[in-house]
């Protein structure tokens, strides 16, 4: 699925997203009440039409790392607030940033249900691998992707030094601290965190970003 997030903002395709150049068949269980999960939730003319195509669903929001505020996806797009969104992240077909790009693709939206459903996804342009995420200084929203499972957070930490990160506990309509040292299990996969970090960083499982430098 290429989300209607990008369509919106005219990003292009990028047929390296995934290296293996794979589709990922994905769902989510969505309860009632709020739900952290990833922005590949929904098909990719849900957002146009302003009809989801499910029951049930009454809000969702994408957050802006870049301005600390969200933007409403459901009902009624804030199109000038996603056309802000994209013009401070950029297009990696023109210059911009793979890594900005990577956070955005791998990114986790607030959806609202009225009931308990499962929700059926395809990708098409991504998520990237973790090393071509990058996060921003402060808080982050991230989905839980196939290259976190059996990984903790120390190994997908890369260059960032986390400060503290959550799940949201959909049962309990609140959040759960995550642990750095914890893996994630497969029941997580999908889902969102958000994640607190001191510095504007790259995930990665070595944290290694840049080759060695030559000998004096």
Request: charged fraction near 25%; charge should be negative; glycine fraction near 10%.
């Amino acid at each position: 699925m290429l989300s209607a997030l990008v369509l919106l903002v005219g990003l292009s395709v990028l047929v390296f997203a995934r290296m293996e150049g794979e589709n990922l068949d994905g769902s989510v269980q969505l309860k009632k009440g709020w739900n952290l999960v990833t922005l590949y939730t929904f098909d990719d003319d849900s957002w146009e039409r302003g009809d989801l195509g499910y029951e049930g669903i009454r809000a969702a929001y994408f957050y802006n790392r870049y301005n600390d505020d969200y933007i409403r996806l459901y009902p009624g797009l804030e199109k000038d607030k996603m056309s802000e969104f994209a013009s401070q992240m950029g297009d990696p077909e023109e210059g911009g940033s793979i890594y900005e790009y990577g956070g955005y693709v791998n990114s986790a939206i607030w959806v609202y249900s009225e009931k308990n459903q499962i929700i059926n996804f395809r990708t098409l342009d991504g998520p990237l691998f973790p090393e071509h995420v990058g996060l921003k200084s402060g808080w982050n929203f991230l989905a839980v992707t196939p290259e976190f499972i059996d990984k903790s957070l120390n190994d997908l930490k890369g260059d960032c030094n986390i400060i503290k990160s959550y799940g949201w506990w959909t049962e309990q309509q609140d959040w759960d601290l995550i642990a750095n040292d914890v893996p994630f299990h497969e029941s997580t996969l999908w889902r969102g965190i958000v994640i607190k970090v001191s510095n504007d960083c790259t995930l990665g499982s070595s944290g290694v970003t840049e080759p060695p430098t030559l000998p004096e």
